[in-house]
């Protein structure tokens, strides 16, 4: 099981590749704002987090913001039902994932070639924690917390997290598909980072 690829262990550099990506895209995305800058009605800060349980909650997001965050929740909804067939649905055909330790998958077929777990053996859900979209209304970012679940060879219960960062493109017959997925585990606890491996 590979997909978002939110199951498997994941090498450290790969969480400073995801933070880069998504700091450059915000970058990008923020120097195409009129003049005046970004407003809070328009855009969530990279460093808020929602303070209500559900960001769709908070009446100073924009349209497009809510249309994101939409987005995603109904991409985890049918992935928590359907498993990897669903997961793969949701792709452009030009799309890209980013997966730690891994090469790059590119184009839909390669990532439903490998999106293939049931979802009675592997449970995958997250959460948007936050979105942006850019100025044309055709390309946006959201960013979250995810969960795999699963079993290990003895039956017992494995469960993996991270942070998840999906790019979604506006097609031309109007549909929004995923152009861009890239996954990290959790950072280490705080102190955890630079202690010496325990005999």
Known sequence: MVIRNRSLPRPAHWSRLATVLLLGLSLHLAAQVSPAGPTTSSTLSLSQTPAAPSPLAQPTLSPGVIQLMELEGRFA?????????????????????????????????????????????????????????????????????????????????????????????????????????ASANEPPAAGECCALPKP
């Open 77 to 181: 909804k049918d992935v928590a039902a359907q498993g990897g067939k669903a997961f793969a649905n949701w792709f452009a055909d030009d799309a890209v994932t980013l997966n730690n330790g891994k090469p790059a998958v590119l184009g839909r077929a390669s990532i439903a070639a490998q999106a293939q777990w049931d979802p009675k053996d592997y449970q995958l859900t997250w959460t948007p924690q936050g979105a942006q979209m850019g100025p044309s209304n055709d390309m946006g970012f959201t960013w979250g917390r995810y969960e795999g679940t699963s079993k290990d060879k003895n039956g017992q219960p494995v469960t993996i997290s991270g942070r998840y960062f999906t790019v979604w493109k506006k097609l031309p017959d109007g549909t929004w598909k995923v152009a861009l997925d």
